[in-house]
């Protein structure tokens, strides 16, 4: 995990952070819009928040993928680096940067 360090400096892993992040807000607003339309309301929410998750998946994936690709060789298998993305999602590391 020691080489996985230099990630979180790496711009497209904080892309991959942060759209992950926003893909489970689109994801909560996407329940809440199946609240919705179970209850009578419009699907309008429901639309919402899956457009926003399923943009945000395209952008995390892609920052994963490229973040990835910028570790020196030999690289970590995939579910090492998945794992330390759902951390750094969920925990705000004591000291990172803000941009």
Known sequence: MDELAE???NRHWRMA??????GFAGLA?????????ALGGTPWVLATG????LAS???????FLWSRHEL?????GFWPIRSLLLRDTF???????RS
Do not use: K, N, Q
Request: aromatic share 4%; proline share 10%.
């Open 7 to 9: 990630l979180h400096d």
């Open 57 to 63: 998946v395209a952008v995390m994936v892609t920052g």
């Open 50 to 53: 899956v457009v926003v998750w």
């Open 29 to 37: 607003i996407a329940l809440g819009g199946l609240i919705t339309v």
């Open 91 to 97: 925990h705000v590391r004591p000291g990172a940067r």
């Open 72 to 76: 020196p060789g030999p690289r970590p």
């Open 17 to 22: 952070v942060w759209a992950l992040r926003v």
